[in-house]
């Protein structure tokens, strides 16, 4: 019997390891390698950083936290569009960047584009600035 019981803590401790382990993936090195290889998202803070208006309301240097990817409401995507919500704060304030991309339909390499990027103030939620927009 305390061969099984022994089995069953070692089964147990290896578990908990692997969903440690799991947890560390998801939750840091999916986002990190997002944030170092993701062309659309390096494009979409790169116009935010650009912005007169951004700068002006969150002050320099504006940093971006983790995206919340469990969270299917500010991160998901449809048919045609899939969009992200990035927290970013300056010295002066803080909000939402949130940035669609869609799949350049005209080009034969299928690249993806930012076709909008929005900031929404946390001390103002009911205020979004546009910061890029791309008419069809």
Not at 78 to 85: A, E, G, H, S
Request: hydrophobic share 40%; net charge positive; proline share 4%.
């Amino acid at each position: 019997m305390s061969k099984m019981k022994n089995s069953f803590i070692k089964a147990t401790i290896w578990g908990i390891a692997g969903l440690g382990t799991l947890e560390l993936f998801t939750s840091y090195l999916i986002p990190a390698g997002i944030r170092l290889y993701s062309s659309c998202y390096q494009e979409a803070m790169q116009c935010l950083r650009d912005h007169p208006e951004a700068v002006k309301v969150l002050g320099e240097p504006i940093t971006e936290g983790r995206i919340d990817y469990s969270n299917t409401i500010e991160n998901n995507a449809d048919t045609n569009m899939t969009w992200f919500t990035v927290p970013v704060s300056g010295p002066k304030s803080r909000g939402k960047m949130r940035y669609w991309i869609d799949s350049d339909a005209e080009s034969s390499n299928k690249m993806f584009r930012v076709v909008r990027i929005e900031l929404q103030f946390s001390n103002s939620p009911d205020k979004i600035l546009l910061i890029k927009r791309v008419m069809e």
